[in-house]
């Protein structure tokens, strides 16, 4: 167990629906790490939320928006949803905003039909 | 900006045999290089990292060597298991202290 929650575990949902997935960090994490891993792809970097304030941005598209809140958990929300959005999603934390290592929750099982 | 490529994107290797896993990387002030292991359906979890002030570092079975000059980074499997099989990747964190990953290697043991 990584000490990294994010709800739900798994997603059924259609084209054109909105979600938000759900992530705690580690107790005492600050920063906050979205990924996007589709069917036997890598890890695409969307985005890091640092005590509150946007990071650093990586290829995450404008129908999706993250925030990270006071008491530090994040939501990713993923608005008019197609197919091709279906994929794993991981929250990872770490530390510091320049943390070395980084730890993943289990993953939020998107899926879009 | 930082570039990190991964080889091979497939290894396939006997079991009790030696794997070998090698990125390059672009930008010569990244220092932290950690592996990460992805089993199926799971999250991936660091297996080991290193730093650029040391050339190689051993966890059990288990090691990374950083060539700074090359800018290439290795990891080494030997007695490959069949719990090795998984899907590793690499990374480097580059001078803005973003990690930059590579594209993975999915490792087959062969029984």
């Known amino acids: 167990d990584s000490g990294v929650t994010q709800t739900p575990k798994h997603l059924i949902t259609a084209t054109g629906q909105r979600v938000t997935l759900r992530c705690s960090p580690r107790?005492?994490?600050?920063?906050v790490y979205w990924y996007q891993q589709s069917l036997d792809q890598g890890l695409q970097f969307l985005i890091q939320y640092y005590n509150g304030e946007e990071r650093a941005k990586g290829n995450i598209l404008e129908r999706f928006s993250a925030q990270q809140f006071p008491d530090l958990h994040s939501e990713l929300n993923l608005s008019s949803l197609e197919l091709g959005d279906s994929a794993l999603y991981f929250c990872?934390?770490?530390?510091?905003?320049?943390?070395?290592?980084?730890?993943f929750g289990e993953g939020s099982w998107l899926t879009v039909v | 900006g930082e570039n990190v490529e991964q080889h091979p994107s497939t290894l396939s290797v006997q079991e009790g045999d030696s794997a070998v896993i090698k990125c390059t990387y672009s930008?010569?002030?990244?220092?932290?290089f950690p592996w990460y292991k992805q089993e199926l359906g799971k999250r991936p979890q660091l297996i080991i990292d290193i730093r650029s002030n040391v050339g190689e570092k051993k966890d059990q079975r288990i090691a990374v060597t950083l060539n700074k000059t090359a800018k290439h980074f290795s990891l080494h499997i030997t007695e490959t298991q069949p719990e090795d099989s998984a899907v590793y990747f690499c990374a480097a964190k580059d001078s803005n202290y973003q990690l930059i990953w590579g594209a993975g290697t999915k490792l087959i043991i062969k029984p």
């Open positions: 107790s005492g994490d600050l920063s």
């Open positions: 990872a934390s770490s530390p510091s905003s320049s943390g070395n290592t980084i730890y």
């Open positions: 930008d010569s002030a990244s220092n932290y």
